[in-house]
């Protein structure tokens, strides 16, 4: 059994913002409220002002029997909370892009956009004994392996945001800087299914030229489970060679594990999911000689 703590702090991260916002939320034209009114809102690259804090700890059991049987289990817990994810904010899963502005980056401080808080990934590998003094009964039932991986992953954090400027301070065409406000609780919903994830009616447009309190990635996505097998019998020829073929099954059971939801308030696709995180069941198979 081993157990560990891992901890980072990140510092001058970069990322794009839009730049010259108005300052404050306001009616009236955005330039009275520009510190550059002289220049239009643009997305800046380069900006070098962001943090990020990570802090996990995990524990593996690992497990090796007699026989050819191994087991080995990891867990871990961790939080990882930023302001960016990279460059260009978001846009991941069919989630808009969005950017802070030099004025509202504090209400982006939240989960990172790839924060997982539990993951659990157990595996079995078997290398079934079985010989015999018979060459041709070996050839059947000797160097055979099986090995098994289930993995469990909690959801992935997305965002709420508006469609429109609606607080009134300029924006840049496709970009999204400003949130809903929260009315209700996003996760009361008694049967959650891919064409309502979450309480859509616990979202509102704040009221015109005002800021939303929902803040950024307050809401997860589905869990993430699979299992892995993998099959494969080897035919040793003499002491250095031999003949291994290999059947490999991912997303054995064909799980579909769901993928985001829409996340802008007033769309048809708001909080409706039309995509997985995973593909469907794959099998490989694949032969191999060793020399």
Known sequence: MEASYFGSKGTKLTAQIIDD?????????????????????????????????????????????????????????SKNLDYVDNLSNGGVGGQPTSNPTRFNSKLNKGPAGFDIRHVLVGSVVWSIPGRTAHRAIDAAIAGWTAGNVVTFHSGLPFSVFLASDNENIGSVGGRFPEYASVVGDPNAISNRTPLKWFNTSGFAIPPLYTVGNAGRNILRTDTMVNDDLSLAKSWRFGEHRGFELRGEFFNLFNHANFGYPGGTVGTSQFGTISSTLNPGRQVQVAAKVHF
């Open 21 to 77: 916002t108005a300052l404050v939320a306001g009616a009236g034209p955005v330039a009275n409220r520009q510190l550059y009114p002289q220049f239009a809102p643009y997305v800046l690259n380069g900006f070098n002002e962001f943090s990020s804090w990570y802090d996990g700890g995990a524990l593996k059991l690992d497990k090796r029997m007699g026989r050819g049987l191994t087991f080995l289990v990891g867990y871990t817990y």
